[in-house]
């Protein structure tokens, strides 16, 4: 293996590459860590704080090793932003003459075949002129593109609801039965990532196609040397998604559109089909009718209370027994009526096992209920062994890497979530601080005198004591709320404190434009106040003035009756153990954590990181919560934040 340590010095490659570069002891180290694990085919869990620079610390080892490497990250921006800048700077660093590929979810590619079809049988002829028009493009487009990349066209827009019926889904895809499957663009994308050293994925596309081995990419796991996981600690989250197993309404609703389409092309003359589609789509609507109110989560002991919604879900499975056996009869006829049978048979299988007792073992069974459709879910109880089993095979080296994983270096929750704390895959776990100076750049205050957060007149009480700190900052704030209830409650109150007081800071809220708009806004402005929930606890970078506070209403537990926390708390308690300590709470370190790192992004940031919650303070695990945050000087005291302002504003010439 080369020389790490010249990589990272203030002369070295790096250094001439990158404008701005410091040399961080931390960086350095963790580089030599991840080349350790990968020289060793180990599994390695990685914290990085704010500013250690971790990106490089695992491109720098990952393409000095050679061999193939699949990083994966949680979010689309930085799967651009890897794939776009940091892979290429450091690959021209580096003079590695690597092949780098970025792979995209099925939804991204434009399907030759459903287009085909949404083309011939006429569907956008019902829609708007809108989609009439975008449907040429996209024909044009797909005539023209090498990759087939929607992101190519943005003439159409990203969430125009054409989309859906252009492009496949893994049930819907033909696969090597397809005629199109030479000039496929998902096959030649993943074709690219087979031959490419690097691929860039996403946690989504990673469970969903890569560990699954959807068509294409089976050979792609096997074949690779390293994983890297970024943004790791939304690894839990979404392998629980992709473990466990999901059918919903509008997914039936897109069968009997498939279906229709289909028999019109091939089996025009079988004229019971279309009243057995009709039937089959009736169940589905009425299934989800049977259950009032919307954006719900309700586990399966509440839903089968309604007496109605087992009868539907069995006149549902009646409709699609009936539906499968019409379509087995014609499914000769063309290799989409073949398909649409296969994904008929999937789905009732699925809706069988959900319903049944003994096939739901080690599955928490819940349903999600949208305005209008429903999803019935079983979620794994825990993804541990599933996970720990895909880890073992041929030997290849484990990367997870995030700023959020431990409680105050402790990694027992994270290791034992993903089943990397024991046997052959136990992971090696380290902690890198961030090397900003949080004693100088950072206050952290808990004000005096709140209820607690249960009480009816918390939220009144939160923007009452933030009033003053916002007034002190000159806004420039983001206000982080636990729930969008409370998000809603802030803004009123924010609205009507503004008015009376005649501050003029700008609020925005989250959902009033996508959040990269928002963020934009936000910065343009200056003395804005964004008020948000869970889209903004994460992934957001905003430097310098324009966010110089932080507030976060309360501690970010998730609520406790949500169907699949409450069935993993219960599970926990019964074997001995003691859930909140296991798990609630380093959960919820781990959200504090991703929310208080909005506020310092560099070394010269500095600002106010307000918890309003009194718990901090209260409770005896107050102290695990707050000494896991970066090292900030704490306060209980107002004066001394609007003297930080003060402090603030008069360094920066304000
Ligand atoms: S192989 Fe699948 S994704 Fe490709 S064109 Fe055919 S149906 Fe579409």
């Not at 596309?205 to 040397?225: I, K, Q, T």
């Not at 948000?532 to 970078?541: A, H, K």
């Not at 991703?594 to 919650?613: F, H, K, P, S």
């Not at 005291?637 to 003297?643: K, M, P, Y």
Request: aromatic share 8%; net charge neutral.
């Amino acid at each position: 293996m080369p020389d790490i340590d010249s990589f990272f010095s203030s002369d070295g490659p790096l250094a001439r590459a990158v404008p701005g570069y410091t040399a961080r002891a931390q960086q350095l180290e963790m580089a030599q860590a991840i080349a350790g694990t990968i020289a060793s085919n180990a599994v390695l869990v990685a914290e990085a704080g704010t500013g250690t620079g971790k990106t490089f610390a695992y491109l720098v080892p990952a393409l000095l090793a050679g061999g193939k490497v699949i990083i994966s990250t949680g979010t689309k921006t930085l799967q651009d932003q890897l794939f776009n800048r940091d892979i290429p700077t450091v690959r021209a660093a580096l003079k590695a003459p690597v092949t780098v590929a970025l792979l995209k979810g099925r939804a991204n590619y434009v399907c030759h075949y459903h287009l085909e079809r949404t083309v011939q049988d006429g569907r956008a002829s019902f829609a708007s002129r809108e989609e009439v028009k975008y449907l040429k493009m996209i024909e044009r487009y797909a005539g023209v593109s090498k990759s087939g990349d929607k992101s190519g066209l943005s003439e159409v827009p990203e969430n125009a609801a054409l989309w859906q019926q252009v492009t496949s889904t893994r049930e819907n895809c033909l696969g090597s039965d397809c005629p199109h499957h030479k000039s496929c663009f998902v096959m030649e994308a993943r074709k690219q990532a087979l031959a490419a050293d690097i691929v860039v994925v996403n946690h989504h596309l990673f469970f969903a196609d890569v560990m699954l081995r959807d068509e294409g990419l089976s050979e792609l796991l096997p074949a690779c040397n390293t994983v890297i996981f970024d943004e790791a600690h939304q690894l839990p989250e979404t392998a629980s998604l992709f473990f466990g197993e999901s059918v919903s309404t509008s997914q039936l609703l897109d069968l009997a559109r498939d279906i229709q389409a289909e028999a019109l092309l091939g089996a025009k003359d079988f004229a019971a089909l279309p009243l057995a589609i009709a039937a089959m789509e009736k169940a589905a609507r009425d299934l989800r009718l049977t259950i009032e109110g919307e954006n719900m989560r309700m586990p399966l002991a509440a839903v089968m209370k309604n007496a109605g919604f087992g009868s539907a879900l069995d006149e549902l499975l009646a409709r699609l027994d009936a539906l499968a056996a019409m379509l087995e009869s014609q499914a000769e006829r063309s290799e989409g009526l073949e398909n649409c049978w296969q994904r008929t048979r999937e789905m009732t299988g699925g809706i069988k096992r959900w319903r049944d007792e003994a096939e739901a073992e080690g599955f928490v069974r819940w349903v999600e209920v949208f305005s209008h459709a429903l999803q019935l879910n079983a979620t794994p109880l825990s993804i541990a062994e599933i996970f720990n089993k895909q880890l073992s095979g041929s030997p290849r080296a484990w990367v997870f890497t995030s700023a959020t994983l431990s409680v105050k270096g402790d990694f027992s929750h994270y290791n034992s979530e993903m089943g990397l704390n024991a046997g052959p895959n136990a992971s090696r776990s380290a902690c890198w601080d961030s090397p900003f100076d949080f004693a100088n750049q950072a206050l952290l205050y808990v004000p005096t005198g709140m209820s607690e957060p249960s009480s009816r007149e918390y939220t009144e009480e939160v923007v009452k004591a933030a009033l003053p700190v916002l007034k002190a900052s000159g806004g420039r704030a983001f206000f982080l709320c636990t729930s969008l209830r409370a998000m809603q409650r802030v803004h009123e109150l924010l609205l009507i404190a503004f008015a009376r007081e005649e501050l003029e800071f700008p609020i925005l809220l989250q959902g009033q434009g996508s959040r990269s708009h928002m963020l934009e806004r936000f910065r343009k402005m200056g003395n804005a106040v964004l008020i948000g929930s869970q889209s903004f606890w994460e992934g957001v970078d905003v430097r310098g003035e324009a966010l110089s506070l932080v507030v976060i209403d309360k501690l970010p537990f998730a609520p406790p009756d949500d169907p699949v926390l409450s069935a993993r708390i219960e599970k926990i308690n019964k074997e001995g153990r003691n859930a909140f300590m296991e798990y609630q709470l380093p959960r919820a370190v781990i959200n504090l954590k991703q929310g208080a790192g909005r506020l310092i992004r560099d070394e010269t940031d500095r600002g106010v990181l307000m918890i309003c919650d009194p718990r901090l303070i209260t409770k005896s695990y107050g102290k695990k919560i707050w000494r896991s945050l970066p090292p900030m000087k704490r306060t209980r005291n107002l004066t001394e934040v609007e003297e930080f302002f003060a402090r603030s504003d008069a360094t920066a010439g304000v």
